[in-house]
């Protein structure tokens, strides 16, 4: 591994969706594989489209498949929590690169803080050194 760190400029939209893939990808890593199927349903299809019935079906059955998957990859119903040594640290690092941008984005849009877990203190759960983010003006 090399020391190389790196800068990255977002925009705040562009931000929110690197919150939202490193938490599907991380959330695979624990096994909760039914994700997959949630974040396809926040894509809606127009009413119109004449395939909608069958579409709704196939991700029904393909929600239902990822549970099965889930089930047998996790050998029973639950999933493994994020500090679990049963997965692998690169779902970890998404998870706490994850924690520190949504941390950041929180106290941007809302100074007075607030009790969602967003306003957490990022918690190191990998074995990578949090990464430090701030806000350019």
Sequence with gaps: MSDHKYTLHLTERQAR?????????????????????????????????????????????????????????????????ITSKSISDRFRIAFDIQQVIRHRLAWDRNPQGDITVDFDNPTKTSEEDLPKIETVK
């Design 17 to 81: 969706v690197i919150v939202d893939a490193l938490d599907l990808f991380s959330r695979i890593g624990m096994g909760q594989l039914k994700e997959v199927a949630y974040v396809l349903r926040q894509n809606p299809l127009p009413s119109s489209d004449p395939d909608l019935e069958a579409r709704t079906t196939l991700l029904s059955e393909i929600r239902d498949k990822l549970d099965t998957l889930s089930r047998y990859w996790m050998k029973g119903p639950g999933f493994y929590g």
